[in-house]
């Protein structure tokens, strides 16, 4: 078993930082591929960035791709998402998610272990 915690989220303003933390616990941390999602009320849940297990390897959907950046930190358990020129069609909860097995994959069910989310907003 992998328990994630979220943490980072908040109102920001258009143009705006933030970085988001996901503490996990439990089994090797280090063994699992990492992503982040979101999702707006009335959406489904959809992919945002993924890191491989030893950070080597990152995968970013198109609307993030130059402003995010997804890292992991193993010997703290974290994997972090940092979210730069942020855009009020950014604002959803953001989830964190483990996944078992090869590759960096952008499908939802193709993940584990969930968080429980944090939520960003951002204002225009």
């Known amino acids: 078993q992998v328990q994630l915690v979220e943490s980072g989220g908040r109102l920001v303003e258009a143009g705006g930082s933030l970085r988001l933390s996901c503490a996990a616990s439990g089994r090797a941390f280090s063994w699992y591929a990492m992503g982040w999602f979101r999702q707006s009320p009335g959406k489904e849940r959809e992919f945002v960035a993924a890191?491989?297990?030893?950070?080597?390897?990152?995968i970013y959907a198109d609307s993030v791709r130059g402003r995010f950046t997804i890292s992991r930190d193993n010997a703290k358990n974290t994997v972090y998402l940092q979210m730069n020129s942020l855009k009020p069609e950014d604002t959803a909860v953001y989830y964190c998610?483990?996944?078992?097995?090869?590759?960096?994959?952008?499908?939802?069910?193709?993940?584990?272990?969930w968080g429980q989310g944090t939520q960003v907003a951002v204002s225009s």
């Open positions: 998610a483990a996944r078992i097995g090869y590759g960096l994959l952008r499908g939802p069910s193709e993940y584990d272990y």
């Open positions: 890191i491989w297990w030893s950070g080597g390897s990152t």
